[in-house]
């Protein structure tokens, strides 16, 4: 198994208050992923990053920010948590960008928003 | 984005072959036929991937469509373990992105 951690693995917060979720690889890949999935909705592409400091936004990336500071840590920060922010968090890893690159989930973290 | 389309939902008995469909009939030349699949409670979890011939790994087969608009994911001996949502996605060529769909939820009957 690839070596992807996240932490928390749960977490309740109350809305309004500020949530930082953290992905950690050992694997040394370049390319990190963070996605969200809810019922009827599959994965959905949050913010990805192509290296340290080097950060894009998916598909919903309203109300989340992303930090790289190092290789291995890629973290996801939801400046003041909302109940739509409820969800099962997924972080991924890539060795590249192409399209034949298979990508490496994480467990996931189950955030709870009251 | 190209799409795809598969049955929400399947049912296979344990101990035999099971043919996951999908069709993509807006497959463009350079978009890659990816299979992944979720387990409950865990991530996904890549399976495999082709782009016009059929293909083998330890984990299934997968068969595309001699006009690539339909592929089938192929587990030769389904297990228990085997019950998971199955994702096909294509991706293109250049594209690191991934898009999912509802996929289908395979259940596996003892």
């Known amino acids: 198994d690839a070596g992807i951690t996240q932490s928390p693995r749960h977490k309740v917060t109350e809305t309004g208050t500020p949530v930082t979720l953290r992905c950690h690889q050992t694997?040394?890949?370049?390319?990190m992923y963070w996605y969200r999935q809810d019922p009827g909705h599959g994965l959905r592409l949050i913010h990805y990053?192509?290296?340290?400091?080097?950060?894009d936004k998916g598909e919903v990336s309203d109300g989340y920010s992303v930090s790289r500071s190092k290789t291995e840590d890629f973290l996801l920060t939801l400046e003041s948590a909302t109940s739509s922010q409820t969800s099962v968090y997924f972080c991924?890893?890539?060795?590249?960008?192409?399209?034949?690159?298979?990508?490496?989930f994480g467990p996931g973290t189950r955030l709870t928003v009251l | 984005d190209a799409k795809t389309t598969q049955p929400n939902s399947m049912e296979s008995n344990e101990e035999e072959p099971v043919h996951l469909p999908c069709n993509h009939s807006?497959?463009?030349?350079?978009?890659?036929i990816h299979w992944y699949r979720q387990l409950p409670s865990q991530g996904p979890e890549y399976v495999i991937h082709?782009?016009?011939s059929n293909v083998n790994n330890r984990m299934a087969s997968l068969a595309i469509a001699e006009d690539r608009k339909s592929s089938t994911l192929i587990l030769h001996r389904a297990t228990l373990r085997d019950a998971a949502v199955y994702y096909c996605i294509l991706r293109e060529g250049r594209d690191d992105k991934i898009i999912f769909g509802k996929g289908t939820r395979l259940h596996i009957l003892p």
């Open positions: 694997e040394n890949h370049r390319y």
């Open positions: 807006t497959i463009s030349g350079t978009d890659y």
């Open positions: 991924a890893i890539s060795l590249s960008k192409s399209a034949v690159s298979e990508q490496f």
């Open positions: 990053s192509y290296g340290v400091k080097d950060t």
């Open positions: 082709g782009l016009t």
